[in-house]
T-cell receptor, first 114, second 112 residues
Framework: ETGVTQTPRHLVMGMTNKKSLKCEQH?????MYWYKQSAKKPLELMFV???????ENNSVPSRFSPECPNSSHLFLHLHTLQPEDSALYLC?????????????FGDGTRLSIL | GENVEQHPSTLSVQEGDSAVIKCTYS??????FPWYKQELGKGPQLIID?????GEKKDQRIAVTLNKTAKHFSLHITETQPEDSAVYFC???????????FGTGTKLQVIP
C-alpha cells in the first residue's frame, strides 16, 4: 500500500472517446503530479499541482486536461487521444513542492488507444 | 535543463553478488538524488535518497554515493537476492523547485 491509489488500473479507449483517470492520496501531501511512462524513455513529467493550483504544464497537448478539486484528489481528463498516447500514466504526491521531498507513486493506469 | 544519464540499461548478477548502477547529471545546481525501484505492474517506490551535503548514505544492503565534483552518483546493492530483480531509476532535482529529472532505468535481474 503506497498511500496513492489510481483508478482504473487498465483502460482501453478509441481515439474519439472521452475518459478520466483518477488519483487519490491518503498521505496528507500538498503536491500532486502526473507522469507519462513509455517504454525505453525516462518518466515524463506532465503536470504539477501545489495546494490545488497548477504550477507546471510541460507542453502537454490540450487533449490531456488535469483537474485538482482538492489536495487529495487529482484527475486527468482524456479526449481524442492518439495511438502514441498509449503508455502507463503515473500519479505521485509529495509533502511539499518547495522542498526536496521524495515523491510517492501510485501503481499507474495502463492506457491503450485503439 | 537537467539531463540524467543512467548505465547500464540491463544488469544480470548471480544471487549473493553485488550490483552497481551509475548515473550522471548535468546541472550542478541539483542537490537531491532519489533512487526508485519499480517492480512489474507497480509504480516506482523510493528505496534511498541522498542530498548534496552528504557523500554517502547506507541502508542495510543498499548504499548510494555522490561525487558532486564529477556530477555522478551510484547505487550499490550488496548480497543481492531474487526479490531485488526490478527496474531501478535514478533521479536528480534542484532544491526549491520540485522538478525531478529521471534516468532511463536499469533492469536488474538476480539469477538464483
Amino acid at each position: 500500500e503506497t498511500g496513492v491509489t489510481q483508478t482504473p488500473r487498465h483502460l482501453v479507449m478509441g481515439m474519439t472517446n472521452k475518459k478520466s483517470l483518477k488519483c487519490e492520496q491518503h498521505l496528507g501531501h500538498n503536491a500532486m503530479y502526473w507522469y507519462k511512462q513509455s517504454a525505453k524513455k525516462p518518466l515524463e513529467l506532465m503536470f504539477v499541482y501545489s495546494l490545488e493550483e497548477r504550477v507546471e504544464n510541460n507542453s502537454v497537448p490540450s487533449r490531456f486536461s488535469p483537474e485538482c478539486p482538492n489536495s487529495s484528489h487529482l484527475f486527468l481528463h482524456l479526449h481524442t487521444l492518439q495511438p502514441e498516447d498509449s503508455a502507463l500514466y503515473l500519479c505521485a504526491s509529495s509533502l511539499d513542492r518547495e522542498a526536496n521531498q521524495p515523491q510517492h507513486f501510485g501503481d499507474g493506469t495502463r492506457l491503450s488507444i485503439l | 535543463g537537467e539531463n540524467v544519464e543512467q548505465h547500464p540499461s540491463t544488469l544480470s548478477v548471480q544471487e549473493g553478488d553485488s550490483a552497481v548502477i551509475k548515473c550522471t547529471y548535468s546541472d550542478s545546481a541539483s542537490n537531491y538524488f532519489p533512487w526508485y525501484k519499480q517492480e512489474l505492474g507497480k509504480g516506482p517506490q523510493l528505496i534511498i535518497d541522498i542530498r548534496s551535503n552528504v557523500g554517502e548514505k547506507k541502508d542495510q544492503r543498499i548504499a548510494v554515493t555522490l561525487n558532486k565534483t564529477a556530477k555522478h552518483f551510484s547505487l550499490h546493492i550488496t548480497e543481492t537476492q531474487p526479490e531485488d530483480s526490478a527496474v531501478y531509476f535514478c533521479a536528480a532535482s534542484i532544491g526549491g523547485y520540485q522538478k525531478v529529472t529521471f534516468g532511463t532505468g536499469t533492469k536488474l535481474q538476480v539469477i538464483p
